[in-house]
């Protein structure tokens, strides 16, 4: 076969190759509210328990506690902050941890996202964690 005219020089097949090889992007779901078209309010906030799996578990002297079955434990809230990533944002704020956690006190709910590894970006009020 003959080819009468060359439409793309090699030159040009080569920097389009390149150009598709760096705007690559892995496919990231997340947040699902984001991508599936899911109302934020539609999803139900409170720290559950790992024990009986009600919801609204109460942050009391450094331990979250379930009025319901009376379990006790520090990291109850790391389920939450999974959810928090997979549904709702790629980053939190106090605001929006307290909102969610259901838990009034500002410091203790800075102590708990800076232990549960997030890391702080920006300060007072752009202050975000991600992970
Ligand atoms: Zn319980």
């Given at each position: 076969m003959v080819i009468a005219q060359e439409k793309l020089s090699r030159n040009k097949i080569s920097e389009i190759a390149r150009d598709m090889v760096d705007s690559h992007k892995d496919y990231?779901?997340?947040p699902l509210t984001k991508t599936l078209n899911i109302a934020k309010e539609d999803i139900i906030p409170g720290v559950m328990c790992p024990k009986c799996s009600r919801k609204g578990m109460k942050w009391h002297l450094k331990k979250w506690h379930c009025s319901t079955c009376f379990h006790s434990a520090v990291d109850c809230h790391l389920p939450l902050l999974d959810d928090?990533?997979?549904l709702m944002d790629r980053s939190i704020t106090n605001r929006h941890f307290?909102?969610?956690a259901g838990i009034q006190?500002?410091?203790a709910a800075k102590r708990i996202l800076k232990k549960a590894g997030l890391i702080l970006k920006g300060t007072r009020r752009t202050a975000v964690?991600?992970?």
């Open positions: 990231n779901p997340f928090w990533f997979y307290r909102s969610f006190n500002h410091h964690y991600i992970r």
